[in-house]
Nanobody, 126 residues
Framework: EVQLVESGGGLVQAGGSLRLSCAASGFTFDDYDIGWFRQAPGKEREGISCISRHDSSTYYSDSVKGRFTISSDNAKNTVYLQMNSLKPDDTAVYYC???????????????????WGQGTQVIVSS
């Protein structure tokens, strides 16, 4: 059974940090690129970061560039999202997704992704 399980969300004050984890199982981890998306109340799901496991390229949305860092631990089949300098606007449910292959033009396209996790809530208080 394919599973993506996010963890690490929680409540944090503005300016604080959190590290999200996305643990994958049930498929060949090396064959998939992993993206992070988020959905705030009343808003559409947006792509914020992605790591290509084929060539280690990383991608970030303008809203998180310079504050968030994506990384991968192959031994643990896990992708992390280190989030620093958090703002109230970062409040959302965060999801990870798996896709066979991303490009600079497609990494944030929801319809490209094959598998999704259940999400983890992040709340940033002001």
């Amino acid at each position: 059974e394919v599973q993506l399980v996010e963890s690490g969300g929680g409540l944090v004050q503005a300016g604080g940090s959190l590290r999200l984890s996305c643990a994958a199982s049930g498929f060949t981890f090396d064959d998939y690129d992993i993206g992070w998306f988020r959905q705030a109340p009343g808003k559409e799901r947006e792509g914020i970061s992605c790591i290509s496991r084929h060539d280690s390229s990383t991608y970030y949305s303008d809203s998180v560039k310079g504050r968030f860092t994506i990384s991968s631990d192959n031994a643990k089949n896990t992708v992390y999202l280190q989030m620093n300098s958090l703002k109230p606007d970062d409040t959302a449910v965060y999801y990870c997704g798996a896709v066979r292959f991303v490009s600079p033009h497609s990494w944030d396209k929801i319809f490209k992704y094959d598998y999704w996790g259940q999400g983890t809530q992040v709340i940033v208080s002001s």
